[in-house]
């Protein structure tokens, strides 16, 4: 029921975004470009990526991100031919994470009763199902999160079950998911290693150690060869120029000055903001475990960005943490119940029921009373509380935690389903709808960047932006700011040199215009990407990243 819940509501999000023009060529329709390459048994590529950063020709969107795993997708295209099979798609991967959380949840509470297991087990489904990060994700279209977070999760219950070899087995294919995944995997390798350690399990300390290693060492073969080799630019994504002028500079910022990059993570206040929302919906539980050390880098590469994209909660890269955060959290929550119910940990040799042993990866069992039985370990204290696990303050932050993220999730995103409104398209939107309809098949289109999916399957379709590409039809809006123009006034400025120079108005309703090329004229400042091409980046309009939660 819980996989059926989260699958329906990731779906609907996802299906409303669509109907109602929320999706986007940036970034729905580079996808559906990409997979669609896949399915032709080609290179993944994308005109709309290509043209709009001018990139050269040939350029591959593997040379954008390392995510050979979008391969997967390429044969649900031979079934629908269509940019919603990524929607349904994400939805399914999201959903399919579901039976692995009770799994989790069920490890981090083994030894407890079989009625608290299995309501901690429904629980976790839950909050995971509903959680704000994945409706975000699905509001957001589809990117390559939808397989993140269903191997991430793997990952880690693969490494509380200590069944290692499996676990390095996600953690390869968490790798192919983009090229920054092997700093998650170096960190969960280090966290495996001690784990392994402490349980005296040699192999699964030798597992971790290589993971450690090989994780980073994927990323930088990534960033450092395989991207430039498919049309990529080194440094391309380097948005750290506050911490250091490439990543090695900025290691050793970190280790020399490293009061300076926490003020980088800090400033602008929505840093924390941010930091304060994603940890604050599981109510502080994932610091109480070192689970959250994987989280580390994706926490870092937003908060020490220059990029305002990066810093609100309201984008797909908060579903990126949300398998590592309410992991760590259920591994707390575990920690506060067995405080409380006064159980040993786990992984001793007797739980309270005397029901055996479970292979959990916790610290060794405390020592033997006379009587054999053994001590109960100390509950210590809670990361970032200072409580003891067994304080009733700590004991009200599962449920806290439980509350806040579903709060947090009708607020952000599972809230607009509920909403008729959200379901119908403005007017704006319907007109852009209703000119696409007029454009034939095969023809060549500078569109607007939240029509741009619809064309993706019949036309050559580029979005629309301040450099005239010289295409046959041009859809855009002029009444209000479509990414990436800076402001409106840029837009009609655009349209007004098209009319000018070879386009007529074709049609026009409700602050959309549809152009077409009657006059073979050459338009003041018409580029296509050539070999020479350098690719440029666009600016950030001011009010981007200023607030936590505008869309």
């Known amino acids: 029921m819980l996989t059926a819940l989260c699958f329906l509501v990731c779906c609907g999000i996802g299906l409303q975004s669509w109907t109602a023009l929320r999706v986007?060529?940036?970034?729905?329709?580079?996808?559906?470009?990409?997979?669609?390459?896949?399915?032709?048994?080609?290179?993944?590529?994308?005109?709309?990526?290509?043209?709009?950063?001018?990139?050269?020709?040939?350029?591959?969107?593997?040379?954008?991100?390392?995510?050979?795993?979008?391969?997967?997708?390429?044969?649900?295209?031979?079934?629908?031919?269509?940019?919603?099979?990524?929607?349904?798609?994400?939805?399914?991967?999201?959903?399919?994470?579901?039976?692995?959380?009770?799994?989790?949840?069920?490890?981090?509470?083994?030894?407890?009763?079989?009625?608290?297991?299995?309501?901690?087990?429904?629980?976790?489904?839950?909050?995971?199902?509903?959680?704000?990060?994945?409706?975000?994700?699905?509001?957001?279209?589809?990117?390559?999160?939808?397989?993140?977070?269903?191997?991430?999760?793997?990952?880690?219950?693969?490494?509380?079950?200590?069944?290692?070899?499996?676990?390095?087995?996600?953690?390869?294919?968490?790798?192919?998911?983009?090229?920054?995944?092997?700093?998650?995997?170096?960190?969960?390798?280090?966290?495996?290693?001690?784990?392994?350690?402490?349980?005296?399990?040699?192999?699964?300390?030798?597992?971790?150690?290589?993971?450690?290693?090989?994780?980073?060492?994927?990323?930088?073969?990534?960033?450092?060869?395989?991207?430039?080799?498919?049309?990529?630019?080194?440094?391309?994504?380097?948005?750290?120029?506050?911490?250091?002028?490439?990543?090695?500079?900025?290691?050793?910022?970190?280790?020399?000055?490293?009061?300076?990059?926490?003020?980088?993570?800090?400033?602008?206040?929505?840093?924390?903001?941010?930091?304060?929302?994603?940890?604050?919906?599981?109510?502080?539980?994932?610091?109480?475990?070192?689970?959250?050390?994987?989280?580390?880098?994706?926490?870092?590469?937003?908060?020490?960005?220059?990029?305002?994209?990066?810093?609100?909660?309201?984008?797909?890269?908060?579903?990126?943490?949300?398998?590592?955060?309410?992991?760590?959290a259920l591994e707390t929550a575990g920690r506060v119940h067995r405080a409380r119910s006064r159980l040993p940990h786990p992984s001793g040799r007797e739980h309270a029921s005397g029901a055996g042993q479970h292979p959990g990866l916790g610290r060794p069992p405390g020592p033997e009373l006379p009587s054999g039985r053994e001590r109960p370990p100390r509950p210590g204290r809670l990361r970032g509380t200072g409580w003891p696990a067994g304080h009733p303050a700590a004991a009200a932050l599962p449920g806290a935690a439980v509350a806040l993220s579903t709060a947090a999730t009708l607020f952000l995103g599972a809230g607009v389903l509920l909403n008729p409104q959200s379901w119908r398209p403005d007017p704006e939107a319907r007109a852009l709808v209703q000119a696409a309809e007029l454009i034939p098949d095969g023809a060549t289109v500078e569109a607007d960047n939240n029509i741009a999916p619809r064309l993706t399957s019949r036309t050559d379709v580029v979005i629309a932006d301040a450099t005239p590409r010289g295409a046959d039809w041009v859809l855009m809006r002029e009444g209000r700011r479509s990414f990436p123009f800076l402001s409106a006034a840029d837009q009609r400025r655009r349209i007004a040199l098209l009319r000018d120079h070879g386009y007529t108005e074709t049609w026009s309703r409700d602050g959309v215009v549809l152009l077409h090329r009657t006059r073979a004229e050459t338009v003041p400042g018409t580029r296509r990407p050539g070999p020479g091409s350098v690719p440029v980046r666009e600016r950030v309009p001011a009010d981007v990243g200023r607030d936590l939660f505008r869309r």
């Open 24 to 328: 986007a060529g940036f970034d729905l329709g580079i996808f559906d470009q990409a997979v669609r390459s896949y399915a032709d048994f080609a290179l993944p590529r994308s005109a709309i990526k290509n043209v709009h950063h001018e990139f050269p020709p040939g350029f591959s969107v593997l040379g954008d991100h390392f995510s050979p795993v979008l391969a997967l997708l390429a044969p649900l295209y031979w079934v629908w031919d269509d940019p919603r099979t990524l929607i349904v798609a994400q939805a399914a991967l999201f959903a399919a994470g579901v039976p692995v959380v009770r799994r989790i949840a069920r490890h981090c509470f083994a030894g407890a009763a079989p009625a608290a297991v299995r309501r901690a087990a429904d629980t976790a489904g839950l909050v995971y199902a509903l959680g704000w990060p994945l409706a975000n994700a699905a509001y957001s279209g589809f990117h390559e999160v939808a397989f993140a977070v269903p191997v991430t999760l793997l990952m880690l219950e693969r490494g509380l079950a200590r069944r290692h070899g499996t676990a390095a087995l996600w953690a390869a294919v968490l790798c192919t998911v983009k090229e920054d995944m092997g700093l998650v995997v170096g960190l969960f390798g280090a966290l495996l290693a001690v784990r392994a350690h402490r349980a005296g399990s040699r192999g699964g300390r030798t597992t971790g150690l290589v993971l450690m290693v090989a994780g980073p060492a994927v990323t930088a073969v990534a960033v450092r060869w395989f991207l430039p080799a498919m049309g990529g630019v080194p440094g391309y994504y380097w948005s750290y120029g506050r911490v250091g002028a490439d990543p090695g500079e900025a290691l050793v910022r970190l280790v020399t000055e490293p009061w300076a990059v926490a003020l980088v993570a800090v400033t602008p206040t929505v840093k924390v903001a941010l930091l304060a929302w994603l940890l604050g919906t599981l109510a502080l539980l994932p610091l109480g475990s070192p689970t959250f050390l994987p989280a580390l880098p994706l926490l870092a590469e937003r908060v020490l960005s220059d990029n305002p994209n990066h810093w609100p909660a309201i984008h797909h890269y908060d579903a990126f943490l949300w398998p590592i955060l309410l992991t760590a």
